[in-house]
């Protein structure tokens, strides 16, 4: 299931700002307490995606087109897991956090702060990140936060044990603050919950 991962713009970008978001406070990225829908542009090695973000404190949900089909990622950082939902197929594959992305609330993850800056309009700090998770992943870059907490933009890359470099940036757009309705955050009751090695052949990617 791996291998599958590195399909996944969102959850790339969510796995390399979990590391970006841990400080001594043990704040994590999902725990942003702003209750907002926005644009999330997303580069992953070239690659171009962009999908509406919802979010709520500890939650969020990614709509987005691959291969040609709509998908919604769901993800749940208490539980430290996170749902592909496909609507076409009425379906979904529960899966758990990479562990870089399980690592949301680490005392050990450090921050440099870099400055002031402005994106897309809302003031942020920007910091630079550099980092490594218990699996041996290792995190590159730079993270610009939101006063509020809000993970504004990235740039970096995610270092596999293994040396397989992936390049990511990401950034927000069009941010606004609104109730989100809970059941965005959950699968679909009427939904048929398929096993886990459905989520490699969902995404195009063989298995492993």
């Not at 997303?42 to 949900?61: C, F, L, M, P, Q």
């Amino acid at each position: 299931m791996r291998g599958a991962f590195r399909k996944l713009p969102g959850l790339l970008v969510l796995a390399w700002a979990a590391i970006a978001s841990g400080t001594s406070r043990a704040e994590s990225l999902l725990d942003a307490p702003v209750f907002y829908t926005a644009t999330r542009d997303v580069t992953v090695d070239g690659r171009n995606y962009s999908g509406i973000v919802h979010h709520v404190a500890g939650k969020e949900r990614q709509e987005q087109t691959l291969l040609g089909m709509q998908d919604v990622f769901i993800l749940d950082g208490e539980a430290e897991q996170g749902w592909l939902v496909v609507p076409a197929l009425k379906s979904y594959v529960a899966f758990p956090f990479p562990p870089v992305m399980a690592m949301l609330a680490s005392p050990i993850l450090k921050k440099t702060r870099i400055g002031d800056d402005v994106v897309d309009g809302i003031p942020t700090v920007k910091y630079r990140i550099h980092t490594t998770a218990r699996d041996g992943t290792v995190a590159d870059g730079f993270a610009w936060f939101s006063r509020r907490g809000v993970l504004m933009k990235l740039q970096g890359s995610v270092i596999a044990l293994q040396g397989h470099r992936t390049t990511i940036a990401m950034a927000l757009r069009d941010v606004k603050e609104a109730p989100q309705d809970a059941a965005l955050f959950v699968p679909p009751r009427n939904f048929t919950q398929l096993p886990a090695e459905a989520l490699a052949p969902l995404l195009g990617t063989p298995p492993g």
